[in-house]
């Protein structure tokens, strides 16, 4: 079993900076993919970035160019840096790992 636990969130002003983190405990963190999803209010849940085992990382169109996913495996947490944040970015974001296991959210609200 896997508990992730998220990190970070806030609300900020358009333009501003956030960095997520999500810390995993149990398991083998290292071996498994990670990523980030989020979900706006009244929308579905969308993939935001990935992060492979070996450090490949995919990002949704939305978001290339303006935020960055990395991991330390040594302290098993998950990193999403946003910048640029725009109010279009509002959302829960949720942790993901191995595409089974799943944090509790936190919010990230973006004011125009």
């Known amino acids: 079993q896997v508990l992730l636990v998220e990190s970070g969130g806030g609300l900020v002003q358009a333009g501003d900076s956030l960095t997520l983190s999500c810390r995993a405990s149990g398991g083998a963190f290292a071996a498994y993919a990670a990523g980030w999803f989020r979900q706006p209010p009244g929308k579905e849940r969308e993939l935001v970035a990935q992060i492979g085992s070996s450090g490949q990382t995919n990002y949704a169109d939305s978001v290339k160019g303006r935020f960055t996913i990395s991991r330390d495996n040594g302290k098993k947490t998950v990193y999403l840096q946003m910048n640029n944040l725009q109010p279009e970015d509002t959302a829960v974001y949720y942790c993901?790992?191995?595409?089974?296991?799943w944090g509790q959210g936190t919010q990230v609200t973006v004011s125009s």
């Open positions: 993901n790992a191995q595409s089974m296991y």
